[in-house]
């Protein structure tokens, strides 16, 4: 995406067309980075857009606008691309974080366990998807059918969900929890912290990182706003 520009209009409204939501900056639809028409998937995600435009100061910057930058890739997506989308989270889910543990030292592999196996359980319980879980930092091999069972899953999800979701997966490191804060299994800030189990760990022991927690810190905000919005398409 191009770098910031200067702020060039005053005013941010909604235009509902027959159910399909568009956001006009002094009367005039944004357009994506393709110069497609800017569309929202509801009348919530675009009032998250309006507050997002409405908060701009001197220059229009992306990096605080989560939404609207999801949207922009929704809007102009193509087939190879979502393929691609989808090709990566499954690439993060072979590898995911919750199933690989540290061998030692045995305070942290507990609470790896007792954070994490509920997760993989739940996957289980719900889908008959088993993963397979080690100690070892060495690459383990995950069931076929469980990879093409979230495979299936994902392609039925819509174009902005399948954004969502790589974005948190990305974030966490994991599309397991991901998949199960999406369902509403586990809370979206429980899912941020079991997801840093190994980083607050590595704070009680050595002390905190300040440069790392501002980069957490924006991390954070950014799964917190794609989560609630899966939830509210």
Known sequence: MAGNIKRFYKDVSIKNTHGQYTILLDGREILTPKKNILVSPSLYCAKRI???????????????????RVCFAATDINKSELEEIISNIIYTLKADLILYRASHPKELNLRQR????????????????????TDSIQYVLQPES????????????SDIENILIHNCTKILGSCLITLAC????????????????????????????????????????????????????
């Open 146 to 157: 469980s990879i093409s069972g979230i495979t299936k899953i994902l392609n039925n999800y």
């Open 50 to 68: 309006l507050v997002e435009w409405e908060s701009q100061e001197k220059f229009v910057d992306y990096n605080n606008m989560p939404i609207t």
């Open 182 to 233: 999406k369902d509403n299994y586990i809370n979206p800030e429980k899912s941020w912290e079991i997801a840093n189990i190994d980083d607050t760990w590595q704070e009680e022991k050595w002390g905190k990182d300040d440069e790392k927690i501002k980069r957490q810190t924006l991390l954070k905000k950014d799964f917190l706003t794609y989560i609630e919005l899966i939830n509210q398409i």
């Open 114 to 133: 007792e954070n994490w196996d509920h997760i993989v359980d739940y996957h289980y319980k719900i889908n008959g998807y088993k993963f397979n879980k």
